[in-house]
Every structure is written in structure tokens, then in C-alpha cells.
């Protein structure tokens, strides 16, 4: 029986060459893939830093629009410690007479004596309602400040009657260490805040 010179199949050294071929294919998909998972949890850290950032300040500066509120015949609440933002340099004070029943309440849960202060130990704002736990406004902050500005726009030394303006500056950061870099990422906020109750 004639052998036949053309036979069907692969030689071993194109069986070598297509696993070569194929593996590379591979490596180049996973690469990519890899490359874009990095990027997607890169950017979701950086968005939920800025969300984190913007949260707390839209709260603060909410409140703090109410400081100082007063019923309709503008006496001054009984215990309201100053126009309604106190002079204090480790927490940010805001009292509002907001039932209008001219005191101000301070008892454990109360919205009419708010508190913020800044945990750089555990890197976190917190807020206190009246007399109650300090509870968790924002995590991953690496900076909390705030400075009391009179009118003119000058910082005010001590007396709280002369506070107009909050200026108040946040500094967030991710919550990983970003792979590319070797460090976190971080974003500030910054906003100066008139409440329009304290020069009343």
C-alpha cells in the first residue's frame, strides 16, 4: 500500500505558533481588560470622594443659612449664646429659634443647636445634634476648616456678635490608595456662607 506524500493535520511547529499566537491574544485581552477595570474603580473612588465632599458641605451650608432665626418679633431667643454662630475654633456652633417659641432647645436631638467638628484622628466630620452623640456626617476627610468673616470680608477676631460670613473648606481624599500613583486621591471645597440672619 502506496503511503501518501500529502497528508491531512498540523505540524508540531504550527501547533507551537498558533498557542503562541493564541496566548498572546490573551494576555493582550485580559491586559485591557485589567487596564480598564483600574480606570472604572479609579473613577468611581474620585466620584464618590467628590459626592462625599459636596454631601457634607451641602448639609453645613444648609444649615448654617439658618442660623440666627428668630420669630417674627426679633427678640433673641432665651439661650442663644451669640447672633446665632458662635465663636468656637474646634467646632463650627449654629443656633436657630426655628419654632419660633423664643428659646432655643438643646436637649438631645434638637435642629435648633447643631454642632460640627472635625475627628482628623479617624478623618471624619461629625454633627451633633443639641446634646446628643456626635454622629458621622462624612468619612476619608483629611481636612475640615472654617473661619468667621465680618461683613467687610475680614476674618473677626473673637466676638461672635461680628460674624457675617462662614467660610468653610473641605478636604476629602479616596478611600484607596490609587494603584497608578501609589497614593490617594483628594479634592477640596471651599464656600463662603452668608446667613442672611445674622445681621439682623
Known amino acids: 500500500m502506496k503511503r501518501r506524500k500529502n497528508q491531512m493535520g498540523f505540524t508540531l511547529v504550527e501547533l507551537i505558533v498558533a498557542m503562541g499566537i493564541g496566548m498572546a491574544m490573551i494576555a493582550a485581552v485580559t491586559t485591557t481588560f485589567t487596564s480598564q477595570t ?6 468611581e473612588q474620585i466620584n464618590e470622594m467628590q459626592q462625599n ?3 457634607a458641605m451641602d448639609v453645613i451650608a444648609r444649615e448654617l443659612k439658618l442660623a440666627g432665626y428668630k420669630n417674627n418679633n426679633g427678640a433673641a431667643p432665651t439661650g442663644l449664646t451669640a447672633s446665632g454662630v458662635n465663636y468656637d475654633t474646634a467646632n463650627l456652633v449654629l443656633q436657630a429659634d426655628l419654632d419660633g417659641n423664643n428659646t432655643i432647645d438643646t436637649s438631645s436631638g434638637s435642629l435648633e443647636n447643631i454642632s460640627y467638628s472635625f475627628d482628623s484622628a479617624n478623618k471624619r466630620i461629625k454633627r451633633r445634634l443639641g446634646t446628643a452623640t456626635s454622629d458621622v456626617l462624612a ?3 483629611t481636612s475640615f476648616t472654617f473661619t468667621y468673616l465680618q461683613a467687610d470680608g475680614t476674618t473677626t477676631a473673637t466676638l461672635a456678635s461680628q460674624i457675617r460670613q462662614v467660610k468653610i473648606t473641605i478636604t476629602a481624599q479616596t478611600a484607596k490608595i490609587n494603584p497608578n500613583t501609589g497614593a490617594h486621591g483628594t479634592f477640596t471645597i471651599s464656600e463662603t456662607i452668608t446667613p442672611p440672619n445674622l445681621d439682623l
Open 38 to 43: 483600574r480606570f472604572y474603580d479609579s473613577q
Open 53 to 55: 465632599a459636596r454631601g
Open 139 to 141: 468619612e476619608n476627610i
